[in-house]
């Protein structure tokens, strides 16, 4: 099993290009996150998806839009890329029931630069 | 919001020493995961605590989680080189609609040298 397998890996966007971070996960989890990765930040949510079907807002959606593909598949597109999205992204999955404790697997991560 | 305050920011020690690794919020969480992560990669997780007073040990990590369960602890024992890397705390409200979504600490960076 990969696990949560994330691309591209590097990348380097002008202001006001657009681009999608794709993420794929095998262990038939039911709910997928996208986080953002700042120095001295943590990991704040952007959006999450707890099941195929549905998407909901974290704490940072500004700029953002996913798409809950299917159940393996959840991608992260920046519409028109500013210099404030330079961070590293990551995916993560968990089994995702309300009220569960489930572990979050996460991908590499996808490093961003926008100039 | 829910906030985890997490400190300290960076710790830099020498081989062998002791440490601990501190994560508060004024929120009650249902369970509080510890995370460590090495550069270039995702995080891992490392232990989850669920009871209030609740202790954990993973070989020299002691985890505590507080028993109004909002504050959480990690000490490490002897620590190695080995050890060095991004330990994250993460609070999870899964008792409500939140269907497991955790709110990170700003990440504790272990330097631990020979």
């Known amino acids: 099993n990969a696990g949560v397998t994330q691309t591209p890996k590097f990348q380097v966007l002008k202001t006001g290009q657009s681009m999608t971070l794709q993420c794929a996960q095998d262990?038939?989890?039911?709910?997928m996150y996208w986080y953002r990765q700042d120095p001295g930040m943590g990991l704040r949510l952007i959006y999450y998806?707890?099941?195929?079907?549905?998407?909901d807002k974290g704490e940072v959606p500004n700029g953002y839009n996913v798409s809950r593909l299917n159940k393996r598949e959840f991608s992260l597109r920046l519409e028109s890329a500013a210099p404030s999205q330079t961070s590293v992204y990551f995916c993560?999955?968990?089994?995702?029931?309300?009220?569960?404790?489930?572990?979050?697997?996460f991908g590499p991560g996808t490093r961003l630069t926008v100039l | 919001t829910q906030l985890l305050e997490q400190s300290p920011q960076f710790l830099s020690i020498q081989e062998g020493e002791n440490l601990t690794v501190y994560c508060n919020s004024s929120?009650?969480?249902?369970?509080l995961q510890w995370y460590r992560q090495e550069p270039g990669e995702g995080p891992v997780l490392l232990v989850t605590?669920?009871?209030?007073?609740e202790v954990k040990k993973l070989k020299r990590l002691t985890f505590q989680f507080g028993d109004a369960r909002k504050d959480s602890s990690l000490h490490i024992t002897a620590a190695q080189p080995g050890d060095t890397g991004l330990y994250l705390c993460?609070?999870?409200?899964?008792?409500?609609?939140?269907?497991?979504?955790?709110?990170f600490g700003q990440g504790t960076i272990l330097t631990v040298h020979p």
């Open positions: 993560a999955s968990s089994g995702g029931t309300s009220g569960s404790t489930d572990t979050q697997y």
């Open positions: 262990m038939n989890h039911n709910s």
């Open positions: 998806s707890a099941s195929e079907g549905t998407t």
């Open positions: 929120s009650v969480f249902s369970s």
């Open positions: 605590v669920v009871t209030g007073g």
């Open positions: 993460a609070g999870s409200d899964a008792g409500g609609t939140s269907y497991g979504k955790l709110t």
